[in-house]
């Protein structure tokens, strides 16, 4: 089993700030994605990465996949209210055709 | 276009009895993916069809657990005898199945939060 780990577990900032998550395997993916789950909803993708050292930015929220295709980063600037939710990598193994394996998440919280 | 759609949202049974879940994917997805998630843990996949056939189950009770997928479009997924465990909201998602560096993109329903009393 390739487990992703997803730290911290819980963050809490104010509007404004900057904040980064973190997503990491010693197992390498194909593929990784990021998620953001509200309270009573499924997850909505984000972002998928597949190349090593690839960089996309979305708006605020810049994603960052490892160069050895193992970890990956979140990183939100000026955090708003909105940006509040769990936030979730999930890994395609390499030959596991459409499988993905979610991390635990990351509960971000952001207050006015 | 529609998203995915589950039913019932929420359920409250006791445990050893029965319950069912029912979702309607994306139209046009070949993949259908049923998820339990258990509160302060990821989704961890149950059963994965492609069009109607099982490609994986490995993580799926069977003693209990049980999932269809007639005419390769919507499905069910049982549980019985429930036990206390179970309490998990269970997710149900669809991807198009199509090979590129996207094809494992899924898209998720609402879930079900299944309590067992």
């Known amino acids: 089993t390739q487990l992703l780990e997803q730290s911290p577990q819980f963050l809490s900032i104010q509007e404004g700030e900057n904040l980064t998550v973190y997503c990491n395997s010693s197992?390498?993916?194909?593929?990784l994605q990021w998620y953001r789950q509200e309270p009573g909803e499924g997850p909505v993708l984000l972002v998928t990465v597949v190349t090593g050292g690839e960089v996309k930015k979305l708006k605020r929220l810049t994603f960052q996949f490892g160069d050895a295709r193992k970890d990956s980063s979140l990183h939100i600037t000026a955090a708003q209210p909105g940006d509040t939710g769990l936030y979730l990598c999930a890994g395609g193994p390499g030959g596991s055709w459409g499988k993905l394996q979610f991390g635990a998440g990351t509960q971000v919280v952001v207050t006015p | 276009e529609a998203g995915v759609a589950q039913s019932p949202r929420y359920k409250i049974i006791e445990k050893r009895q029965s319950v069912a879940f029912w979702c309607n994917p994306i139209s046009g997805h070949a993949t259908l993916y049923w998820y339990q998630q258990i509160l302060g843990q990821g989704p961890k996949l149950l059963i994965q069809?492609?069009?109607?056939?099982?490609?994986?189950d490995s993580q799926l009770p069977k003693d209990r657990f049980s999932a269809e997928r007639l005419k390769g479009v919507d499905s069910t997924l049982k549980i019985q005898p429930a036990k206390l465990e179970d309490s998990a909201v269970y997710l149900c998602a669809s991807s198009p199945g199509e090979m590129g560096p996207h094809y494992n993109e899924q898209f998720f329903g609402p879930g079900t939060r299944l309590t067992v009393l």
């Open positions: 197992s390498v993916f194909s593929s």
């Open positions: 069809f492609q069009n109607n056939g099982v490609v994986d």
